[in-house]
Structure formats: structure tokens, C-alpha cells
């Protein structure tokens, strides 16, 4: 027979049985035997990491030595040039997402909740502990998080680890504290008041992250201000999004202005205990006002 | 406020826009200071999480990240762009200094030739070769498009076939399938890319 179609080799590579025409080649195709191999160590690789190792920044220190050791001035190693953006489409190196032709979102649909609720808690769970914004000392005009700190969790359920839970009982309570908050806010509060606030981290842009913060105005009408760097280059525009927990059920709120950020009106009914994730997608001018399947940033509203 | 992320809110008033990793390679091979302090910003926590993993040692992961951020530099004349990624080079660099460590440490071992000495230093049950694919795949995982990664990580950690994930997502199974090979070749192609071998 032919070689085995590449859907196929990904399928054995995580543990599902071939077809047996494709288990009979495999046997014999030292081809697909190489290709199976090297796909069975990214999943073996996949399947054995845990949060431990997403890369952390090392403590200041070690800045502190290699700066003294290469004995660079502050002044020397001052401000980074005005970087340009990067030209290519949503992935910082451009590697998959332009080829994704049918970026079907997960979106809010028929689909019973509770199935996949869990698929995507841990990514906003709580940052790991111990250094995570280590940043070059004095040389650093600006504290942006390094690369690959963001705090997303790798592993779920089954062989969940001991970070897993805690991140899950963090996420559980802070979406608690929205619910209290707002319950707290919810009578006449003289003056605007900010009531959540969310750390945005990066989905599909490495390099992306923001904030977002819940305002509520004495008449009562709440606003979210959310501020997103890193950006992609695009051709189309960034969408800001409440979505439940599951991702599954979307508002579109507004757009980010050029710089951006944008200040959002919350719509009044807008249960912000089952909304309670801000998310920012890249939109094509396509005229389909559905979520684009491509987030920048994301993260959970918590008081 | 038990929200624990005021740096980010503070680093994001400026919204300062990134550097490609091209052009942090670029300023690195031109000897630029700043280009420097990019590449540790960015590589940083892969450099130092890769020697964390490898050698299960704090201490001994700071020199190594140290070492291979001089060594870099020092030797950045013989970086060439066009033999690779910077981070992959800065990988290989890293192999080598996490090998050094090692070998270095089972020479003190059998010098103190102590029992408890080495048994404090075994090694880890996996080896440096595994953590550095561990690494390198959490990070890229991390990365990838939705809703690939959502997709993956569903095949990956909730033990669930494709037809399964299928069924729970509402996709169809084609799309699904070829969201997780591409996603599956994309994390390889990182471990090809920056595993910079030894």
C-alpha cells in the first residue's frame, strides 16, 4: 500500500490502533516507522510534562552575574531600539497559524457544558510560584513579561499533579471573589469603583499579554478597560470577548483601538459570575461576527 | 486582591511593541548590548528551565544560565543566522554547559567518594535529553493557535480518542484530526528547530 496518511500516524501516536492495512505497513515501512517514532516522542514528551517545565524566568540574580561578569554599563546596555512589529499573521514565528485554514472556534453550540469544561480551567489558573518576572536589573526600560512565564497550565485531570489542583482551587476562588464583589458593589457605590480586574496571557501570540479591569460608575453602569501589548501585525481587528469558563458561550463587547486598549461598556445583564473570562481575538474583516477561533490573550476576571 | 499580576499591569501602560526574534539575533550577532538583554529576556527562562529540569539543582542551574549567557556572548562572532535559530543555538549552548554540570558533578562524586554525596546527586530518574524535549514542548504547546492547542491538550491529558474529542467539541472529526496532526508536527518541528543537538 501507499505510505500511511499523516492523520493516521498522529492517531497511533497517541495510543489510538491503527487501521490494519496501516499496521501492516508500519511494520514493514521503515519510513513511516521513523515518522511514527519522532511523532511518539513529541506526545511521550507532551504526556510526561508538567507545569515545572514551562519556562521560568531564573531570579534577578543571575542577571545581576552575568551583567557583572560581561561587566555591562546600565547606561551601556540601555533601551532597546523601537522594535518593529512583526509582519507575519497571528503565531509570533508565523509557523502554524497562517496555515490554519479553518480555524472553527470551539464555539457556544448545542454541546452539553459540562463535557469539555474542563479542557481549558488550568490555562488560567494561578501563576507558578517562586520568580516570574525577572527582568534584567536597571537595564530594562520597560517590565514586560519574559517569554514563556506565562503561568499555563500544561497537564489536566487523570495524571493531575499536585499544582493542577491548587491552580483549580485558585480559579475556583477567583471566580468566587467576582461573585462576592460584585455582590458587594451591586447597592449604590458613591464614586467608580474597580471591582475585577483579569492579567491577560498570551493564547496564540507568545508575546502577548494585558489586563483588564472591571469599573462600575455610581449610576451603575459597569465598564471594562482592557489594554493588550505584543499585538500581532493583522490586516483585520481585535475583538474583546466575556466568555464562561467552558469557552463555549462568547459576547462580543467591542473593539481595541489602535493602541490597544479600549474602554467597554458591560451590558447591564450581563451575569459576570458565567462571563467571567476576558478574551481578545484577531478578527479577518470577513463579515462573520463570530469569534475567530484565533485568541491573542485571555485570562479569568477576579476581584 | 489576591490577583497576582501588578507587573503586568504596570508593564502594559506603555504598550511597547516586541522584537522579532530575528531581529533580537540580529542586534546579538552585531555585539548590540540591548540585543543582549532581549535574548536573556526571551531565552532566559528556556535556558535556565532547561538546566533546572536537567540537573534538579537551583544553584547549579543559575551558573549554567549564567554561563551560557557569557559564553553567547562572548562567542556570539560564531553565530550564524543562517545555520539557525538563535534560541536553538543558545539550546545547543546549553546542552553542552548542562553535560559540563554533569560531568562535573559525578568527578566530585567520585572524588568525595562518598555514599550520601552521591546519592544526593543521582540522577533523575529521566534523562537531560528528555527534559530538554519536556521543555521545549510545554513552551511550544503554549503557543499554539486555538483551537489546536485546546484540541491537543484534550488528546494529550484527558486520555480521549479523536472521535471522542469530536463528539465533545461539536467539530467535525476531519477538522479535528487535522487540527492535531498539524499542532503534532508543530511541536516537533520545535524540538527540531531548538533542540539544537548535541
Known sequence: ?303 | MTWGATGVLSASVAGVPTLTDEEIAAGFARGEDSALVEAYRRWGPLVHTLAVRSLGDPAEAEDVTQTVFVSAWRGRGTYSAASGTLAGWLVGITRHKIADALAARSRRDRSVASATEAAAHAPGPVSPEAAVDRVLVADELTTLPEPQQQLLRMAFYDDLTQAQIAQRTGLPLGTVKSHIRRGLQRLRRRLEVDGGAL
Not at chain 1, 453550540?109 to 536597571?138: D, I, K, Q, T, Y
Open chain 1, 1 to 303: 500500500m501507499e505510505h500511511c496518511d499523516a492523520d493516521v500516524l498522529a492517531l497511533v501516536a497517541l495510543g489510538e490502533p491503527a487501521p490494519a492495512p496501516d499496521a501492516d505497513h508500519l511494520a514493514h515501512c521503515p519510513l513511516c516507522s521513523e515518522e511514527l517514532e519522532s511523532l511518539t516522542r513529541v506526545v511521550g514528551a507532551a504526556r510526561t510534562a508538567t507545569d515545572e517545565d514551562l519556562p521560568a524566568a531564573p531570579p534577578d540574580r543571575v542577571w545581576a552575574a552575568i551583567a557583572g561578569e560581561l561587566r555591562l554599563q546600565d547606561s551601556g546596555a540601555g533601551t532597546p531600539p523601537p522594535p518593529a512589529r512583526p509582519t507575519g499573521p497571528v503565531g509570533s514565528d508565523g509557523a502554524a497559524a497562517p496555515a490554519l485554514p479553518d480555524p472553527a472556534p470551539v464555539r457556544p453550540g448545542p454541546v452539553n457544558g459540562s463535557a469539555a469544561r474542563s479542557p481549558e480551567h488550568l490555562r488560567n489558573g494561578a501563576p507558578p510560584a517562586g520568580p516570574g518576572g525577572a527582568v534584567p536589573n536597571g537595564v530594562t526600560p520597560h517590565g514586560v513579561m519574559p517569554h514563556g512565564a506565562a503561568p499555563l497550565g500544561v497537564r489536566r485531570r487523570r495524571r493531575m499533579p499536585r499544582w493542577a489542583l491548587a491552580a483549580c482551587a485558585a480559579l475556583l476562588g477567583a471566580v468566587a471573589g467576582v461573585g462576592a464583589t460584585l455582590a458587594a458593589t451591586g447597592g449604590e457605590t458613591p464614586g467608580t469603583q474597580v471591582t475585577a480586574k483579569a492579567s491577560l496571557q498570551p493564547v496564540a501570540v507568545a508575546r502577548a499579554d494585558g489586563t483588564a479591569q472591571l469599573d462600575r460608575v455610581p449610576a451603575g453602569s459597569r465598564s471594562l478597560e482592557v489594554s493588550v501589548k505584543g499585538l500581532p501585525a493583522t490586516s483585520g481587528y481585535f475583538e474583546v470577548w466575556l466568555m464562561d469558563p467552558s469557552h463555549r458561550k462568547l459576547i462580543a463587547i467591542g473593539t481595541l483601538g489602535p493602541d490597544g486598549s479600549a474602554r467597554l461598556t458591560v451590558p447591564d445583564n450581563v451575569d459576570l459570575h458565567e462571563y467571567s473570562v476576558v478574551d481578545v481575538s484577531v478578527q479577518p474583516y470577513n463579515g462573520s461576527p463570530a469569534h475567530s477561533g484565533d485568541s491573542v490573550v485571555r485570562g479569568p476576571l477576579s476581584s
